[in-house]
C-alpha cells in the first residue's frame, strides 16, 4: 500500500509505512503516551519482521501518530496504536482506528484482536465505540509500577 489520504475528519493527515528514520519521532510520541513504552528494539523488530507498520504525518510531515498490525493468516492482531498525547480528544485515534480496520478488510482478514490494559479506560470506550468486544483477560500480561503487573483485557472486533 502506498502513501494515502487519512480519513474522517482529520483529512489533512496523510498515511504512510512506517521507516526506520520515523523511529525517532515515534518513539518519541510512545515515550509520552505510556508509562511503560515500547524500545526502539522493538519497533525496529517490527519493521524487519514485515508488520503493517504505518505513521499518520500532517501536510507539512510531523508524525501525529502509527499503528502497527500483525497479520497471522486470517487474522490482525493490533500491537500498538498511539497518537501524540497534545492531540488525545480530538478525533485522531478514532480516525486512526478507523484506517486500521479498513487496512484488515482490505487484507482479507476475519478478525482484529488487541490487548488493552484495563486501567486505559480512555482506549476502552475507543475500541468499544469502533466494535470491538472483550473476548477474554490476560492475567499478569502488562508491566505495571512498583515490580507488579496489570492484567489485560482480550478484545476482538470481527470483520
Same mark, same amino acid.
Given at each position: 500500500?502506498?502513501?494515502?489520504?487519512?480519513?474522517?475528519?482529520?483529512?489533512?493527515?496523510?498515511?504512510?509505512?512506517?521507516?526506520?528514520?520515523?523511529?525517532?519521532?515515534?518513539?518519541?510520541?510512545?515515550?509520552?503516551?505510556?508509562?511503560?513504552?515500547?524500545?526502539? &528494539?522493538?519497533?525496529?523488530?517490527?519493521?524487519?519482521? &514485515?508488520?503493517?507498520?504505518?505513521?499518520?504525518?500532517?501536510?507539512?510531515?510531523?508524525?501525529?501518530?502509527?499503528?502497527?498490525?500483525?497479520?497471522?493468516?486470517?487474522?490482525?492482531?493490533?500491537?500498538?496504536?498511539?497518537?501524540?498525547?497534545?492531540?488525545? &480528544?480530538?478525533?485522531? &485515534?478514532?480516525?486512526?482506528?478507523?484506517?486500521?480496520?479498513?487496512?484488515?478488510?482490505?487484507?482479507?482478514?476475519?478478525?482484529?484482536?488487541?490487548?488493552?490494559?484495563?486501567?486505559?479506560?480512555?482506549?476502552?470506550?475507543?475500541?468499544?465505540?469502533?466494535?470491538?468486544?472483550?473476548?477474554?483477560?490476560?492475567?499478569?500480561?502488562?508491566?505495571?509500577?512498583?515490580?507488579?503487573?496489570?492484567?489485560?483485557?482480550?478484545?476482538?472486533?470481527?470483520?
Amino acid at each position: 500500500m502506498s502513501a494515502q489520504a487519512f480519513p474522517g475528519s482529520v483529512a489533512q493527515l496523510r498515511l504512510a509505512p512506517m521507516q526506520p528514520e520515523d523511529l525517532d519521532a515515534v518513539l518519541s510520541i510512545e515515550n509520552t503516551v505510556y508509562p511503560h513504552p515500547w524500545t526502539p &528494539g522493538n519497533f525496529k523488530d517490527a519493521l524487519q519482521s &514485515g508488520y503493517q507498520a504505518w505513521v499518520a504525518r500532517e501536510e507539512v510531515g510531523n508524525v501525529l501518530g502509527y499503528f502497527l498490525l500483525m497479520v497471522v493468516v486470517d487474522e490482525g492482531h493490533l500491537l500498538n496504536i498511539s497518537v501524540r498525547l497534545d492531540l488525545h &480528544g480530538r478525533g485522531f &485515534g478514532r480516525a486512526l482506528l478507523a484506517r486500521v480496520v479498513s487496512m484488515a478488510r482490505e487484507l482479507g482478514l476475519a478478525s482484529i484482536l488487541l490487548e488493552v490494559r484495563p486501567s486505559n479506560a480512555r482506549a476502552i470506550t475507543l475500541y468499544g465505540h469502533a466494535g470491538f468486544m472483550s473476548i477474554g483477560r490476560r492475567k499478569a500480561y502488562y508491566p505495571a509500577d512498583e515490580n507488579v503487573r496489570e492484567d489485560a483485557i482480550v478484545m476482538r472486533l470481527s470483520l
